[in-house]
Structure formats: structure tokens, C-alpha cells
């Protein structure tokens, strides 16, 4: 039975003049390894990622070459799955050797472990001069940039929830994300409660504070967010099944920016992936205006023109299953420009011409039925000038 309901592909495309300086997609940048990237670090001159294997690099130059800095470290510990700072002095957590800082721009680090700190380390965050750490083994803190620890007692006995995975902090509140459960602490780590925030009891995997809000992703079910650390809500109940592995998360320009499996990046829930490995986005940064997305084998991308991210191309599916219904494209032209929008099947070959003209700034809509479409997976591709973007969807009968 056929729905009279349209599902709508939002393809929002704007063209820039001829004389734009900036690129209009993502810029793959020159990093040194392609380990997988954990985590980001800045200071005013640098910007640092830390890697899954290769240890630490950073650019002082905004991408366009990256060093390495590990002088200090244990050479078979460049495997890092943390990081934050105190004003501009550096730690980063290891997997097997606790905590490390460097106090020079990452010249070079030094010990911040002691005997009282488990040595297997997930995560890190600090509030002030307090900093905390996230272990196999349950959670710690610091009141001397490292030097002592102590451990924090949770409400629920390490061996059910000890792995805490992502930390966040804002004000007295801090917010540390385990396996099952979410500890908050409204007195900065003084006293903490236990809370299941997932409906499916999935892993709390990452964690910010933006925009008033905390943001809590999962490995599966999706992101929550809460205005204290205390009452959360579900946000992502418009996406689909597989759109619920939250892989990133950052709060840039007042705007939510997230990484989602098989999917990409979506700012405000709009994808922005024009030439991003999309599936392997791990780590989101800004940096002096730019956004930096860390992937897990394919190095640093860049993105210089965020402000301006209304000019490149967009296409988007939401939703991607098509079942015998209509499809309504609708997009919008900035300046006047040779536009073709065309629907390819999984071959590559091109079964339908819907736009192929020279089109004036406006806003257009073109209707397609699918109903003669047998089942399995379509593309469409939106061409404007020499630009263009993608997007998948799938028919089912």
C-alpha cells in the first residue's frame, strides 16, 4: 500500500564566487601516522592530537605540518586515551603507565603517576586545579598537577561499573561515564551519585559541556543530554537505528556538532562530510576558528570555512528507507550556476535525469516516484557547477 506521505531529501547547496579564498569541504592535512586519534589538545601556539599507538604530535601551523613530540615517554607506551589541561600545562593518559604532563608545549613529559594511581587510563578532565582520571579501575583525582592521587569512592563497587570511559566538567559539577552507568558530582568530587541514563544499558563512551548543556554519547543508543548532570533526555529519537553509535561529540560556535556511525559529522543534525572518511570520525576539535575532525585511519581532516558552511554543498536522507513512496528534493542556489541532480543505483549506473539546466538563484523542488524502483540501495547525486555531494537511500517493497 502506497503512503501519500513525502519524504523529503534536504539538499541544501550554495555556491560561493569564483574568488572564494577558502575550500569548500573538508582538507585532508599532512599528519604524520594514521593511528587512530583519541583526543585533541591546544594551547594558544599548537595544536595537539594524541593517538592510539603513535603517540603525540602537533602543528603549529593550523594542519599544514605536524611533529612529533614524545620526548619522555615510554617508547612502547604512545598509545593515548586522554587528555586535558590545567591553564597551558598538558597530561595525556596512557594505557599502561598512567599519566604524563608537559609543561613546554609538549617538548617534553614527565610522570604525573604515583603508586595510588591505577596505571590504565581511559580518560581525563579537570575542574580548576583539580584533576581527574578515569581508569580500569575506577576514578581518581589530584589537587597537585599529579603528584598524589587519591581514589575517589563511587556509589556502585568497582567490579560492576569500574571502567570510566569519558569525563566532563563545568562549574562544581563533573560528570564521569562508565560502562553501565553515569556518576555525577555537584560539589566538585566530594560526593557523587549513580545514574542509568541509557534505555539500553549501552556504554557511556563520550562526554562535553556546551551551550548550558552536558552531552553524554553511547555505543548505541544514542546521545542524552542534561542541564544538570542529574535529569537527562534522549535527543536523538528522530534518527535511525543505526545512527545511535555516537562516536564524537563537541559544542563549537554555539551549535552542536556530533560523529555518528555511518553517517559522519552533523552540525544541528544536518551532515557536513564533502570528502570525509565519514565511518572513522573518533575525535572533534575546534582551533582559531577552524574545525578539526580525528579519524581512526585516516590522520586529521580540516575544515577552514565553518563559519561559511552554508556555502558547500549539502545532501541529506533523513529518512534513508523508502517504502513505494514519492521522494520530494528540495534545494536552494545562492547564485546561478549549471545544476544536474541525478539518481544512481548501487552499480554506479544512472537510471534517472531529474534536473540538467542552468538554473538562477532560488529555492527548487523536483518529485520522484519510487515505485518503480525495485529493492536495494540508490544514490543521489546533486551536481552544481563542478561540485557535488551524495547521499544514500534505500528502497524496500
Known amino acids: 500500500m502506497k503512503s501519500n506521505t513525502f519524504l523529503t531529501f534536504l539538499i541544501l547547496a550554495c555556491i560561493t564566487s569564483l574568488n572564494a579564498q577558502a575550500p569548500l569541504s573538508w582538507q585532508a592535512t599532512p599528519s604524520l601516522d594514521s593511528f587512530p586519534i583519541r583526543c585533541f589538545l591546544s594551547t594558544p601556539n599548537a595544536l595537539f592530537i594524541g593517538m592510539y599507538g603513535g ?52 617538548e617534553l613529559w614527565k610522570t604525573a603517576t604515583d603508586s595510588v594511581l591505577s596505571p ?70 566530594s560526593t557523587w551519585k549513580a545514574i542509568e541514563i541509557s534505555k539500553e544499558k549501552r556504554d557511556l ?38 545512527q545511535q553509535l555516537i562516536q564524537a561529540i563537541l559544542v563549537f560556535d554555539n551549535q552542536l556538532i556530533t560523529s555518528i556511525s555511518s553517517t559522519g559529522i552533523m552540525r544541528d543534525w544536518q551532515t557536513y562530510n564533502d570528502f570525509l572518511p565519514i565511518a572513522s570520525v573518533s575525535a572533534l576539535t575546534a582551533y582559531k576558528g577552524k574545525l578539526y575532525a580525528g ?57 534517472a535525469t531529474l534536473v540538467n539546466t542552468f538554473q538562477n538563484p532560488g529555492n527548487y523542488q523536483v518529485e520522484y516516484t519510487t515505485s518503480t524502483l525495485q529493492a536495494g540501495t540508490y544514490f543521489a547525486t546533486l551536481y552544481i557547477g563542478n561540485k557535488q555531494t551524495k547521499s544514500k537511500f534505500i528502497i524496500i517493497h
Request: charged residues 15%; aromatic residues 12%.
Open 55 to 106: 603517540g603525540i604530535q602537533k602543528t603549529t601551523d593550523e594542519g599544514q605540518t605536524w611533529t612529533s613530540c614524545n620526548q619522555g615517554l615510554p617508547q612502547y607506551e604512545y598509545i593515548i586515551r586522554g587528555a586535558t589541561q590545567i591553564g597551558n600545562i598538558l597530561f595525556v593518559g596512557t594505557r599502561n603507565h598512567g599519566v604524563w604532563y608537559s609543561d613546554n608545549e609538549g
Open 295 to 351: 579519524t581512526a585511519f585516516d590522520g586529521v581532516w580540516k575544515l577552514d570555512n565553518w563559519n561559511n558552511t552554508t556555502t558547500q554543498n549539502e545532501l541529506s536522507a533523513v529518512p534513508n528507507l523508502v517504502s513505494d513512496t514519492p521522494i520530494q528534493f528540495s534545494y536552494q542556489l545562492n547564485e546561478s550556476s549549471n545544476v544536474k541532480l541525478l539518481i544512481n543505483n548501487q552499480s554506479g549506473q544512472t537510471i
Open 205 to 242: 563512551i563520550n562526554a562535553v559541556y556546551g551551550n548550558g548543556k552536558f552531552y553524554v554519547g553511547t555505543s548505541g543508543d544514542g546521545l542524552y543530554s542534561s542541564e544538570d548532570g542529574l535529569t537527562w533526555e534522549r535527543i536523538t529519537d528522530h534518527l535511525t537505528d543505526n
Open 120 to 189: 590504565y587510563i581511559w580518560s581525563m578532565a579537570s575542574l580548576d586545579n583539580r584533576l581527574f582520571a578515569g581508569t580500569t579501575f575506577g576514578l581518581f583525582f589530584s589537587d597537585d598537577l599529579g603528584k598524589h592521587w587519591q581514589e575517589i569512592e563511587l556509589p556502585i563497587p568497582r567490579a560492576a561499573s569500574g571502567l570510566i570511559y569519558a569525563m566532563a566538567t563545568h562549574d562544581q559539577t563533573v560528570i564521569a561515564c562508565s560502562n553501565r552507568y553515569l556518576y555525577c558530582s555537584k560539589d566538585a568530587g
